[in-house]
């Protein structure tokens, strides 16, 4: 599944080195992903969830893909997270509209960060989208399967 995404050594290393930078910035990109969701209407998919629980959930989801464990049991969760968001209605436009807004605020939040050498951030920022690809892709996969049932 990354061979055509192209997620190669260098891709993992970089990911790794700033994951723990990156990690300390999640918690306000996916803080405003779902205020955001909340002002585009989006929150009728959240009516009987925990959001704080789900906003933890999703941390530790994006925290272990850019410490880049990509194993069988994460490409499992990942397809699983697809599943969840198409039983709930989540159509593959919305979910891509979300991956755009979320990929677009997070990649803002890497560009702030102080700490990231100068001669790494456009690889780290290859690397990130990679990732947000795969993940996103994985999840989608699910969609398809359920055309498939």
């Keep these: 599944m990354t061979d055509c995404i ?5 891709d993992t ?5 700033y994951a723990a930078i990156i990690g300390a910035a999640l918690p306000r990109v996916i ?3 779902y205020r955001h969701l909340f002002s585009v209407g989006y929150g009728k998919f959240f009516r009987d969830i925990d959001v704080e629980r789900l906003k933890s959930s999703q941390l530790d989801h994006w925290r272990r893909l850019f410490e880049v464990e ?5 490409t499992a969760h990942m397809t699983r997270i697809g599943v ?6 989540i159509t593959p436009k919305v979910y891509m509209q979300s991956y755009g807004w979320f990929t ?11 700490d990231i050498a100068a001669e790494d951030r456009a690889p780290l920022a290859a ?8 993940d996103m892709t994985m999840a989608l996969a699910s969609y398809d399967a359920a055309l498939l049932d």
């Design 84 to 89: 969840v968001h198409r039983d709930r209605g």
């Design 70 to 74: 990509i194993d069988k049991v994460h």
């Design 127 to 134: 690397a990130v989208l990679k990732l947000i690809f795969l």
């Design 31 to 33: 803080d405003d992903f």
């Design 6 to 10: 192209g997620i190669g050594e260098d």
């Design 104 to 114: 677009s605020r997070l990649a803002d939040e890497i560009a702030r960060l102080p």
């Design 13 to 17: 290393s970089i990911a790794g080195k």
